[in-house]
């Protein structure tokens, strides 16, 4: 314990994400790429799968194509006899803070959270209007890169941020993401390279923007007896928050990010020594880092981000389970896990943890 | 490449290294949403060509209305007319437009600070090209010719040449006397979304089996369960079933409900039954149609067997079974069908 706080009672103790592709030839409910991802975290972990006590998942039917796709997904975690099990129509790491609160109250010692998305079967850019206010947004159709690059000109109209800043953002992702073999995008190049490539939208470049990924993954999380059993380095949840923006896109601030300010504070993102930011595009890094104070010697996005693979509704969750392996390897004391929703970071959640 | 000596694979179409099926879906839907008192103004007014802004305690004026003010979650004060004319706080570009997106040419998306207002309009600029937009731009919004009611019926804004229009209010009064200003308090939203469907590889032999007049279901490594169709895991163990069985088509029927409600859609005339119906060496029933027979000679434990269309007409689906009618043998004894209940 690094706060001299409480000892935190739940601790990550698991993390294994799929390989990040830009397509797969399975179905959308995930299930092919959730089978051997479920077989590798019990084996990391020595659990059976009878040992989960809770299972929680994150995805969406709209990305799927298909009502109720969740419930075939139950099928990779052998649901019979029948098995504590929920499920949030957002990014798994929502579903990761269900299952925290289900290990606080007591009703498992043992959860885990897994969350999935094929977003190859459709036109991302597209479902994502479904997101937005129905009312006066959603009838425009307006399309997710657009409405980030709205964010982006108007910091870089301020002087929040240039273009050069963002290009360097994606040079560094990408280099991080060699380590990181699950990656989508990865490998060597120059700021320069980056700015001699057209628009993709005025004035956000593709490199700008998160690929687009099918993906899926899965945390376990225990309560402190049997995570010290599970785990020699268990990453203790001492934070865990989430907050959220206007759904009204022109009532927001958004060169900044209060939401996500509101969550760091709240679940204590001081002092940690890396951290994981869920930032599909590269100005929203910049924001990230800004509203959650993080210094220039914490160690960002060591797995590459979401700038290297952005799994809907699972890169949250992965950014969570790669800031956990940091304090599992000992890599970090203390590290941050952040997951975003919603358009143009309207909703935010922050997990720190660290090591005991 | 020699296939594996599997009789279940070898058809003359099928190879395990054949991909998933997969072919193109559509859906298609309508939400149709009440406004609530405060978008309906708003809405009513956009069909008269006025676009109306809610005044918070605090002098702000958000535009499109909240329904309740982000801040202090109070109800608006009132609406107020912004506008017509606006200020472009930012922009991108949409060089190549979206179905459904509000033009069809390249166009920008704009947050618009209409006269009057303290926030941004998210809407459209017919603005040309990217050289031609900038930050700060005065715009002014082009009337869709059919007004609902609706966010579209702004067309787009376009960049502001000259002051508002005197004869737009002019023609504005004239519709506000025409419509009588009739409350507009619900919206229609169509949706359409497109996917490449994909079938996984279990369910995809399963699909080509059937396009043979084979039924091929999969048996789980671990517990030994039969399912069809495969499933990709088991329920039971949540591993990959990965052993092809074919199963005969013939079976029993577990349980079935006489169907006398006539429905859109519908190919059988009622009343007939829909049953349950565990073929031969499965472990999990499927639903099927029992015909051939009174429905009410139907039962539990029935014999029954599947009655193909033609050849020729069999695809890659379970249509290509039409139905079950009896056999004729004696009932299975309900021991041997009471655990798939």
């Known amino acids: ?356 | 490449m020699t296939e594996p000596s599997d009789a279940l694979r070898n058809g003359p179409s099928d190879s395990p290294r054949e991909g998933p099926l997969s072919a193109p879906l559509e859906i298609s839907f309508d939400y149709t949403r009440s406004l609530g008192p405060v978008l309906s103004q708003f809405m009513t007014a956009l069909a008269d060509r006025q676009i109306l802004g809610s005044k918070s305690a605090d002098g702000r004026v958000h535009v499109p209305p909240a329904e309740y003010d982000p801040v202090t979650f109070a109800p608006p004060e009132e609406l107020v007319p912004v506008g017509p004319d606006g200020t472009v706080q930012t922009w991108s570009w949409q060089p190549a437009p979206r179905d459904g997106q509000p033009l069809n040419r390249p166009f920008a998306w704009a947050l618009i600070r209409l006269d009057g207002a303290d926030t941004g309009l998210l809407h459209a600029v017919d603005g040309g090209s990217p050289d031609a937009m900038r930050t700060g731009m005065r715009v002014r919004p082009r009337w869709a010719a059919q007004r609902s009611g609706s966010i579209r019926d702004i067309e787009c804004f376009e960049p502001a040449q000259g002051p508002a229009a005197a004869a737009d209010a002019a023609d504005r009064a004239t519709a506000v006397d025409q419509n009588g200003r009739v409350p507009i308090e619900m919206i229609t939203t169509p949706i359409r979304l497109r996917y490449q469907h994909t079938a996984s590889a279990e369910e995809s032999r399963y699909l080509r089996g059937l396009a043979e007049g084979k039924i091929v279901g999969q048996r789980c490594p671990a517990c030994g369960k039969v399912y069809v169709p495969p499933r990709g895991a088991c329920p039971v163990d949540g591993v990959p079933t990965s052993t092809d069985v074919e199963l005969p088509d013939t079976g029993t029927v577990t349980t079935f409900c006489v169907v006398n409600v006539p429905f859109q859609g519908q190919r059988v005339k009622v009343p007939y039954v829909a049953a349950s119906v565990l073929l031969d060496g499965a472990d999990i029933a499927f639903q099927h149609l029992v015909l051939g027979c009174d429905p009410g000679e139907v039962r539990m434990g029935m014999r029954v067997r599947a009655v193909w269309k033609p050849r020729d007409q069999w695809g890659t689906t379970a249509e290509n079974i039409d139905h079950f009618e009896p056999t004729g043998e004696q009932d299975a004894p309900y021991e041997s069908y009471a655990h798939h209940l």
């Open chain 1, 1 to 356: 314990m690094t706060s001299g706080a409480q000892m935190p009672d739940v601790a990550v103790v698991g993390f294994v994400e799929a390989p990040n592709v830009r397509r797969t030839d399975g179905t959308t409910n995930g299930v092919e790429m959730l089978v051997p991802i479920f077989a590798e975290v019990l084996e990391q972990t020595g659990l059976s799968r009878r040992d989960i006590g809770f299972w929680c998942s994150g995805s969406s039917d709209y990305l799927a194509g298909r009502a109720f796709s969740f419930v075939s997904a139950v099928d990779a975690i052998g649901a019979f006899p029948p098995v504590m099990e929920s499920h949030v129509e957002m990014d798994a790491a929502w579903a990761l803070y269900e299952a925290w609160i289900k290990v606080l109250t007591g009703e498992a010692d043992v959860a885990l959270a897994y969350g999935f998305g094929k977003s190859s079967a459709g036109d991302l850019r597209r479902v994502l209007a479904l997101q937005l206010d129905p009312y006066v947004a959603a009838p425009l159709w307006p399309d997710s890169v657009g409405i980030a690059a709205l964010q982006c000109r108007l910091g870089l109209d301020a002087g929040f941020w240039g273009e050069r800043d963002m290009a360097e953002v994606a040079v560094r992702a990408r280099a991080a993401a060699m380590a990181n073999s699950r990656a989508q995008l990865a490998g060597t190049v120059t700021a320069d390279e980056l700015l001699s490539a057209p628009y993709l939208a005025d004035p956000l470049r593709a490199h700008d923007c998160a690929p687009v990924t099918d993906g899926a993954a899965v945390v376990v999380i225990a309560a402190a007896d049997r995570a010290r059993e599970l785990c020699d380095r268990p990453a203790w949840i001492s934070g865990f928050e989430h907050r959220i923006d206007s759904g009204q896109l022109g009532a927001r601030n958004l060169c900044a990010a209060p939401s996500a300010n509101a969550a760091g504070s709240a679940a204590g993102a001081d002092g940690v020594d890396a951290a994981e930011l869920h930032a599909p595009f590269t100005h929203q890094e910049i924001i990230l880092r800004s509203a959650l104070g993080l210094p220039g010697s914490v160690r960002v996005n060591a797995s590459g981000g979401a700038l290297a693979a952005n799994p809907m509704f699972a890169a949250g969750l992965a950014r969570i389970g790669h800031a956990a392996r940091q304090v599992m390897s000992g890599a970090a004391d203390r590290a941050l896990g952040h997951a975003t929703s919603g358009p143009a970071l309207q909703q935010n959640l922050v997990c720190v943890m660290e090591a005991g």
